[in-house]
């Protein structure tokens, strides 16, 4: 192929998105495994650089979550919209089976997302900052309600239970194809009316 006149062989790499690197990825991640595939394997995939990768995502083990820190800016957009008289469990409730409504023809899909997520373990270290930071908008939430700070011990409880029965619901969704997640999801967190009712 001829190269224009003018052009240069350097310079930018080709632009790319969230969304081509994460498809690559778990195209990749579907062939190799999640650990015999490298972030230089990734970026080929594209025809990108490996330093042009890290500016979409800081490692390869942040690419399963695609883009977590928009997702969890949206969840404390939905608890903050939630009426003040609405009791607080069923706020809690509304906001995470809303946190957890995905479009059912994306790719990767949502199932194969926590599928790797929950199932490689390689990523359970990782996976643990991001659940903090999933129940630390819950605390937020449930002390700026109950007039306490994140970190009392009421508020952190409605986290890590929030996130419990959230898991709980994802595991047998996994283990059961033909379930819905919401439906899944709207029963586990029910639960959470025992310990904010």
Not at 19 to 41: C, S, V, Y
Not at 49 to 63: A, G, Q, W
Request: with cysteine; aromatic share 8%.
């Amino acid at each position: 192929m001829a190269i224009p006149h003018g052009a240069s062989l350097l310079g930018r790499p080709p632009a790319t998105s969230h969304a081509e690197i994460e498809r690559a990825a778990f195209g990749l991640f579907a062939l190799r495994g999640f650990d015999g595939t490298t972030l230089d394997a990734i970026a080929g995939e594209i025809g990108i650089s490996r330093r042009t990768l890290l500016r979409y995502f800081d490692s390869k083990n942040d690419i399963p979550w695609g883009r977590f820190a928009e997702t969890l800016d949206g969840f404390r957009a939905t608890l903050a919209g939630m009426p003040a008289d609405l009791p607080l469990y069923e706020a809690v409730h509304a906001a995470v089976l809303a946190f957890n409504r995905f479009d059912l023809d994306a790719h990767p899909s949502h199932r194969e997302r926590m599928q790797l997520i929950l199932t490689t373990p390689t990523l359970q270290a990782h996976s643990v900052l991001r659940y903090g930071e999933w129940r630390r908008v819950i605390a937020e939430y449930v002390a700026l309600r109950l007039d306490l700070r994140p970190d009392d011990l009421l508020p952190c409880t409605v986290g890590q239970v929030s996130l419990a029965l959230t898991l709980s619901a994802y595991t047998h969704w996994l283990d059961r194809p033909g379930l819905a997640l919401h439906d899944l999801l709207d029963m586990a967190m029910a639960g959470l009316r025992s310990y904010l009712g």
